[in-house]
Structures are given as C-alpha cells and as structure tokens.
C-alpha cells in the first residue's frame, strides 16, 4: 500500500485517564537515545548513543552504546555496550569479547552486540513491581556475533549468535553458542537442505550466513508455571526467538538445552494450528509476575518473510518461505498454546486481507506489558509507538518525526519502552494534557484549502439544494429539513 509524503508527528493521541503514564526512551534514528513525555515533549537526549535497544535504569541511566563496526565487515556488530549517566558520563563498559583486526581499521576490543541484553534484577528490560535492574554490580545477559564454521549447518561461513554472561568487572563467566545446538531446533530436512544452500547470506560483512537471527533475550523470571512444578520455566532460564527460523525457545541456563519450543513449524498439531504461523517475530518474553497475563508469552508477530522450508510461489528458492503480509502482537499460554489476547488488523478496526497492511511491520517492533493491563506496542517500521487497551483502543500514538541520515529514510523505531515518572528523579512530573483523535475528514493543512467549498448540492429523490459557503461544513438532509430549507 502507499503511505503519504506528509502526514503528522509526534503525539496524535492522549487519554490519560486510561494511559499508563511515564516516560518513553527510544532511538531517534541517527540522533540518539531519546526520552519523551506523555505529550510528546522531548525531556532528554543522549546525542550519538546509539541503541539495540536503549534501556532505562532507575535514576537516569540509560544503557546503549558509542558506536557500530563498519558494516563492510560485521553484520550489525556493536562496538561495545555501556551505561551513562543522565550526563552522559559512561559508568560501565563492556567491550572484551572479541578482539578486532578489520582492514584498514585500528585493531581493537569490541562486544559484537546486537539486538538485546538484559541487567539482572529485571528479567525483561521494562518496569515490572519489584524487579528493579540493578544500577551497579549486577551482571549482565549480552546477545553477541561470532563467525565460526560447521559443516553440519552449511560450507557457507557463518555469522552465529552467542549469549554471554558478563560481570560488573567484565568478565564472560557464561556462554551459550546457538551452532552447538543445531540438531534440537527442529529443522526437517527440506530445512536443512535450504540452510545448506543458503544460511540466509548477507551481502555486508563479506557475504556471511546469518542463518537464526536471534533478535531478542530475556530471563523467564519467577512465574506460576515453575512454582507448580514445571522445571521448563526455572526463573534463571532463557527465552529466545529466532527471527529468520520462526523459532521461540527457552534454554536451560545450566544445560544449554532447549526444553521448550514452538516453530520452525505451526502445521503439526492442532494447538499450534489454531495459534497461527509466527512470522519474523521479535522481543518474545514471558509477561514477569506482577503485571497482568503474568506467566503468559508475549510477542510481536511481525509476519512478512521468514523460515526455511519447501519452495512455493512466493519463495522459489525455500528460503524465507512463510509469507505474511501483516503484524500481529499475540499474548498466549506456554503450556496450551491458547491465544489469551492479541493486537491484529482485525482488532484495530481493518478488513483482512483488504487493508491488512495498515497495522504491518515486516521488521524490528516490540511490545511491553503495562501496569494497568495496557500493551504498548513499537510498529517499528513506520516508527510509530501506540498503547492499546485490552478492548484495543488506543489511547496514545506517537510518530517519531526523525528519518535519519542514511540511504533509507525511514523513521524506523527498533524498540521503545515506557518506565515511571520516579525512575527519572531528575525531572519534576511533567503536565498531562489530553489529545483528541484528529477527524480526518475536517482536518486541512492551513492555507492549502483555499477559500472553502464553494458550492454544495444534495440530491434527494428529485429535489436538489445549493449553497455557496466560504466554511468548509458538512450538512445532513435532516439538519437543512429542520431549517426549512427544504420542503
């Protein structure tokens, strides 16, 4: 579908009797991490901090990092991860997990994160009551590159995710290599013999096979389910999501085993029939206890491309055969796979498939689980950020106004997370005022109307009625019969 070459910025909508009120971080493309109130006033930028994602901590900290490979040699490599101060002084600062000799580039230590880490003391990177992430001392759960060779997978080298564990100091004292475990994702052999093929090669970074795609990392966190039994979902475990493969996991922290998928598959049982094909999805989490659909998982549903599998029409190749051109954000039970609540185009009010498109991002988004039982939602590819009611309303939308610098001008927004007032003791709580959905049918930019409708005629049966007006008006049949305007 086309989208307008102008169209409104900022906050469009704002009930804040029904919103869960706070501040949003962000990054503004090619800007910085940015922080913005209810009404969309911009409270602070970290200028050049660059996210995947940021994160805020109690007390103005907000974790990104300085800078990004050159792309000539590593995929969405980040140099290092750090955390700042509301002055942007960096307090802490990882960069020791892979020592770095590019060409023509001063050899150096870099983290190679990419798209998720978490801090302990918060399994999920948002406000949850009492799991406050640690503002000194605490570990950190890293998502990292690394290229290796395995012959099991593809020839093809490969540009493999690897979690580690790092200290305050530090030091790696846990890994986990996804490549090692390659036989317990689930891969059939059409699969297999794609992924041999073609790990998912990327053009940058000397034509690497990014063959998983793993774009989001958090602790299970306590949960109902472990403390009736289930050792699947132990507090310290980990839920991962594989974009490329429509894989979600969880790895058992002292194993490194899976012990509980969905995907690369949804057609071979009824429970994962009636729950749909997960697309490209990013930031799967189980919701942390405390707020509601605790224990439930959480995920934005891209759609889009993604798998690995037979050719189709749309995939001649087998690569990326699931095809989807919608989003989706679906909360459901673990254990029956039953959909408790979801966001589709259908909720948000359009016809599926006719406009499906309208609530669609085929990359990058996320969605977090507020206090009062609100979601916000990142519809990442058209940087729009929205929180929606359990009956769907939605009662804010903000469009980030920054296109960025580079070749493609989007607004993109890869996360965004909403966190209290009190976390940010920096600033005094800001005024709340309320914004009314614009009526797109009376709204005109100013000037670009002219003089206003210059004649109107209603057609009733075989009576006709004209009237010059320099207002732009709507009139009713009913309303010109009450002013005996008509017979």
């Known amino acids: 579908m086309g989208y307008p070459s102008v169209y409104p910025t900022g906050v469009t909508i704002y009930n804040p009797e029904r919103c869960w009120n706070g501040y949003t ?7 910085g991490a940015l922080l913005i109130g209810m009404n969309g006033q911009e409270v602070q930028l970290w200028k050049n901090l660059h996210g995947f994602p940021n994160k805020i901590l109690p007390g103005g900290y907000v974790i990104g990092s300085t ?5 000539r040699y590593g995929f969405q490599d980040m140099a290092d991860l750090v955390q700042v101060d509301w002055d942007g002084n960096i307090v802490w600062k990882f960069n020791k997990h892979e020592y770095i000799e590019d060409p023509g580039q001063k050899p150096k230590w870099m983290a190679r994160q990419h798209h998720d880490y978490q801090r302990e003391g918060n399994p999920v990177g948002y406000y949850a009551p009492g799991m ?5 001392g605490g570990n950190t759960l890293v998502l990292c590159h690394q290229n290796i060779k395995n012959d099991r997978i593809s020839d093809k080298i490969l540009l493999d995710d690897k979690i580690i564990e790092v200290n305050w100091k530090g030091d790696i004292i846990w890994t986990w290599n996804a490549s090692d475990h390659f036989d317990e994702f689930g891969f059939d052999e059409a699969a297999k013999n794609v992924l041999y093929r073609n790990p998912n090669l990327r053009k940058a970074s000397g034509g690497v096979g990014d063959w998983l795609h793993i774009n989001s990392i958090s602790l299970i966190g306590p949960n109902k389910w472990f403390d009736g039994g289930d050792k699947r979902f132990n507090p310290d475990n980990i839920i991962l999501d594989s974009r490329e493969a429509n894989i979600l996991a969880v790895i058992d922290k002292k194993t490194g085993k899976i012990v509980w998928k969905i995907g690369p598959r949804y057609d071979t049982s009824k429970e994962l029939i009636n729950l749909g094909w997960i697309i490209g999805q990013h930031n799967v989490h189980m919701i942390p206890k405390g707020l509601p659909g605790e224990g439930n998982i959480l995920v934005f549903d891209n759609g889009g491309w993604g798998g690995y599998g037979i050719p189709n029409p749309g995939s001649i190749s087998g690569n990326r055969n699931a095809l989807r051109d919608y989003s989706r954000v679906i909360e459901f039970d673990p254990v ?3 959909i ?5 185009p259908e909720e948000a009010g359009f016809i599926i498939p006719l406009d499906a498109a309208r609530f669609y991002s085929p990359f990058i988004s996320n969605a977090q689980r507020l206090p009062n039982g609100n979601t916000l939602i990142t519809e990442g590819s058209d940087g729009r950020i929205i929180e929606v009611t359990k009956d769907h309303e939605i009662v804010w939308e903000y469009i980030s106004p ?7 001008k989007m607004n993109m927004v890869y996360r965004s997370y909403r966190v209290p007032y009190n976390w940010i003791p920096q600033l005094e709580k800001p005024e709340e005022k309320a914004i009314g959905k614009l009526d797109k049918n009376q709204f005109r930019v100013p000037g670009a109307a002219g003089p206003g409708r210059q004649k109107e005629t209603i057609v009733s049966g075989t009576e006709e009625y004209e009237e010059s007006d320099s207002n732009f008006c709507v009139i009713t049949y009913d309303e010109l019969k009450k002013e005996n305007k008509l017979d």
């Open 25 to 31: 971080i962000f990054q503004a493309k090619d800007i």
């Open 132 to 136: 406050e992430p640690k503002i000194e």
């Open 402 to 408: 920054y296109d960025g610098k580079s070749s493609t």
């Open 67 to 71: 800078g990004e490979r050159d792309s």
């Open 336 to 338: 029956t796979l039953k």
């Open 340 to 344: 408790i609540w979801q966001y589709t």
